[in-house]
């Protein structure tokens, strides 16, 4: 058996080697052009697409293509019904893509049909994120098509949907005004400037937010607390 200082020795050797070799192969790589940190280089235009996906609320981004409800139940049935059950209804612990009753139980269930407050974000996300498995397999128009049955398994849309950049946008979800709220904080009597502002050695700080109840929280959720 050979000594622990000998070991050691071998280790640092072989360690050694190993950078080297490291240093060898980073040496005949090319060099990338300098940039601001000195690496990376812009990417193509090609490569920006493909990031640049994303599908807003009024139809920004959507691609062309389309696709009906019918279409999407086939689909459906062969890429995602394992998971997400035939109808929305979730297998196993895989989420449920509809139903889901109310959200103002107890025990509230958020699903696209509940939940969601614009349908081209269910066709954002379809088109980024599923299948599970396999994300960005599918066509734009199996991606509106999924969108359009999923929504019509929340009787959300009509048998004849057909989805697309245009008809996406006009579907109004039963959660859409679900997401507005107004912190009724108050942050600062003061007016915003940005142009000949107060000099700040003038400001007086006369009230604080402390002893008001908001900070911190003493009772109930903050979204039933009133203006004081
Ligand atoms: C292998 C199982 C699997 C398959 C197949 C699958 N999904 Fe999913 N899906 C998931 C899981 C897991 C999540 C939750 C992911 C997360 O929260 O990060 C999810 C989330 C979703 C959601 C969001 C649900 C919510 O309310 O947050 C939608 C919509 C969805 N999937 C649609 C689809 C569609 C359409 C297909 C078929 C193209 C599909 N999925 C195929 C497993 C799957």
Redesign the pocket.
Known sequence: MSSLPDRIARTILIAGGALLLAGAGAATEKMPPAGHYGYGRIPTAAEIAGWAIAARPDGQGLPPGKGSVDDGAN??AE??A???GTFGEGEGR????AGGGNLTGDRPE???GT??PYATT?FD??NR?????TPHT?TPD?VYA??A??LNVNDIVPNDFIADAQSLPKVTMPNVNGFTWTDPRPDTADKECMAQCRDPASVKISSTAEGKGLTPREDGPLDEMEPK
């Open positions: 689909v459906y890429q995602c394992a998971c997400h895989f989420p449920k893509l958020p699903t696209v939940y969601w269910l996300y379809i994120a599923m299948p599970f498995p599918l199996q999924m969108t049955y999923v």
